[in-house]
Nanobody, 119 residues
Framework: QVQLVESGGGLVQAGGSLRLSCVASGRFFRMNNMGWYRQAPGKQRDLVAA???????DYADSVKGRFTISRDNAKNTVTLQMNVLKPEDTAVYYC?????????????WGQGTQVTVSS
């Protein structure tokens, strides 16, 4: 079982910055892909950014150039630096990890952290 603890959400004015962090703990052999998703009220949960174990990244078009994802494999953490925030970035942000255990990959989600951007 893997536990994910997110932190760093909050209220910020448009143009501001926030930094989200997610720490994974528990029983696993290795963390493979890690990423951040977001879900606004009445909408589906969408990928914001993802990062492979070797550091390759992928971003939603709407956040390219403003958000940066990074990870620390030794600490099992993934971080999302969000700059030039816009009101449309308002959502609950979820951390997701793919953990390898006994040859099988399992997917885990964090509890979510609210990000609110005021205009």
């Amino acid at each position: 079982q893997v536990q994910l603890v997110e932190s760093g959400g909050g209220l910020v004015q448009a143009g501001g910055s926030l930094r989200l962090s997610c720490v994974a703990s528990g029983r696993f052999f290795r963390m493979n892909n890690m990423g951040w998703y977001r879900q606004a009220p009445g909408k589906q949960r969408d990928l914001v950014a993802a990062i492979t174990r070797d550091g390759s990244t992928d971003y939603a078009d709407s956040v390219k150039g403003r958000f940066t994802i990074s990870r620390d494999n030794a600490k099992n953490t993934v971080t999302l630096q969000m700059n030039v925030l816009k009101p449309e970035d308002t959502a609950v942000y979820y951390c997701k990890t793919d953990a390898l255990l006994f040859g099988a990959e399992y997917h885990y989600w964090g509890q979510g952290t609210q990000v609110t951007v005021s205009s």
